[in-house]
Every structure is written in structure tokens, then in C-alpha cells.
């Protein structure tokens, strides 16, 4: 069973960056798709960015386009979300998650098209 572990949230001021990192356990990291979702309060979970198993497709909510940027490193079982020009609407809890289709396909957007979730790390933009 994977476990994954993000990290790297924190409070930022709108227009500024952060890095979120997803730590995967076990070997099998590189067999699967993954990706980032976020949920703020009284909202439901959404898609933010997803990746497929060895980097070269990679996909995004509008609403991010063109600030985030999704990658991994499977030699180190890690995910990363690179986040610029943050906007207080990015204030959510961020997950990780393993895709449960096609490994190489980054396209599932809906959160039951992935398990192993992580316990999420907190982006708090201020404006």
C-alpha cells in the first residue's frame, strides 16, 4: 500500500511562490500516474495538475494554467508542484494522489480516478 506525504505548504502573500513536494513510499512510484488536487473550505475537492508515469504529458485546471508546474523525480519517489503568481483563491489544502488508470495518461481529473491520498498540507495567500 503506498503512502504518500506532502509538504511544503505554508502562508505566502499574494503574487509570490511555493513548492509542494509528495513523498511516495515502497518502489512501485514510477508505475503509476499522479497528481495534485486542493480543497478549501465548504468546497469539494478539485483538480489542480496531473502527471503521467515518467513526465512527458503532463495536465492542468485553467485555473492554474501558466503559474503551476507539475514534475517528479522517480529516482527519489517524488512529486512536485512548483506554484507562482499565487492568488488568495489558491488558499485550499493541497493533496497528492496515485492515479488507478493508465500510467501513461495524465488526463483524469476526477478525484475517484486516484487512491493512496496524502493528509494534505495547508497554502494560506494573503492578499
Known amino acids: 500500500q503506498v503512502q504518500l506525504v506532502e509538504s511544503g505548504g505554508g502562508l505566502v502573500q499574494a503574487g509570490g511562490s511555493l513548492r509542494l513536494s509528495c513523498a511516495a513510499s515502497?518502489?512501485?512510484?514510477?508505475?503509476?500516474?499522479m497528481g495534485w488536487f486542493r480543497q478549501a473550505p465548504g468546497r469539494e475537492r478539485e483538480f489542480v495538475a496531473a502527471?503521467?508515469?515518467?513526465?512527458?504529458?503532463?495536465s492542468y485546471a485553467d485555473s492554474v494554467k501558466g503559474r503551476f508546474t507539475i514534475s517528479r523525480d522517480n529516482a527519489k519517489s517524488t512529486m512536485f508542484l512548483q506554484m507562482g503568481s499565487l492568488k488568495p483563491e489558491d488558499t485550499a489544502v493541497y493533496y497528492c494522489?496515485?492515479?488507478?488508470?493508465?500510467?501513461?495518461?495524465?488526463?483524469?481529473?476526477?478525484?475517484?480516478?486516484?487512491?493512496?491520498w496524502g493528509q494534505g498540507t495547508q497554502v494560506t495567500v494573503s492578499s
Open positions: 502527471i503521467n508515469w515518467d513526465g512527458s504529458s503532463t
Open positions: 494522489a496515485r492515479g488507478r488508470g493508465n500510467p501513461h495518461y495524465s488526463g483524469s481529473h476526477r478525484p475517484d480516478e486516484y487512491d493512496g
Open positions: 515502497g518502489r512501485t512510484f514510477s508505475w503509476y500516474a
